[in-house]
Each structure stands twice: as C-alpha cells, then as structure tokens.
C-alpha cells in the first residue's frame, strides 16, 4: 500500500470513528528527530515510518501505539529497543506493541530495516513473518481495523 492509499483508509475511518483518534499522540516528528534516531540506534528506518511520523507522530493510532522518535516521549523508539534488547538479539526493530507481549517491528538487515512488518512472538522468542508488505499495510488492517 502506498501512502495515497494509506491516507484515503485513514480519512475515511476518520470520517466514521473521529473518536478512534483522539487518544493522545506525541507531536509529529521531524526529520532531525528522525535522524537522530537513526544515528542512535545505528540503521536506516524505511520511508514509510519517517512519512508516518512526519505525519501523524508516535504514539497512538486508532487501535495501535507507534513508537516515536520523540526523545521525551514514553513510547521513543530508542529507549523501548534498548529496554527489549531485541536489536541486538534478534535483528529487529519493535515499531509497536501488541498489548500481549508480542511487538511488531522490522527486520534489521546490514543496518537497513525492511519495510515489511514482522512479530517478534515472545513465546517462542522469534521473529515472524507478517502478511503486512510495509507499515501502511499493518496500520490499515490492525489500526484502522480495514478487512480486505
């Protein structure tokens, strides 16, 4: 899914469900932010996270809670992977957490993360595969609870 897409799914839940998004989120990024991030956890985060971010900031999301690149924020990318250790463990990246213990991220590979969503499963300890091709895809069917 691209952005263009992703937006028309987000506009038209928006238009149904306004209360789905009144949580409260962290300011949207910047890409300074995005930069430093990168730099601190030493990888490339696929485009659709920057737009993301850029976009609509980190926290949550409709059904979802997206890490931020806010340094202030509970939920900074940073700070949950340095707790969670799984970078280093399992080369990935959480990107979200499930609210079961289980977190969906990127697959980290020579310092680059792949757009494709996977589950880090902590029952098995191991990083899955998902039917989700990039972040848009993962926030339109889990966030936005859009069946294809």
């Known amino acids: 899914m691209n952005f263009n897409e992703f937006m028309f799914n987000v506009d038209d839940i ?27 956890l030493s990888l490339s985060l696929p485009e659709e996270y920057k737009v993301f971010i850029k976009t609509f900031g980190g926290g949550f999301f409709a059904f979802v809670n997206i890490f931020s690149v806010n340094k202030e924020s509970n939920w900074n990318i940073v700070e949950q992977n340095n707790r ?11 990107i979200s957490d499930s609210g079961t213990g289980d977190f969906y991220g990127f697959e980290i590979v020579n310092g ?21 091709e990039n972040l848009y895809d993962y926030l339109v069917a889990v966030g936005l609870k859009v069946k294809k």
């Open 14 to 40: 928006k238009s149904k469900n306004p209360i789905w998004f009144m949580l409260d989120s962290d300011p949207v990024g910047t890409d300074n932010q995005i930069k430093v991030t990168q730099l601190h």
């Open 112 to 132: 680059v993360c792949s757009p494709a969503i996977k589950v880090y499963d902590h029952e098995k300890n191991q990083v899955e595969s998902t039917v989700y």
């Open 84 to 94: 969670l250790g799984l970078k280093n463990s399992h080369n990935f990246l959480a």
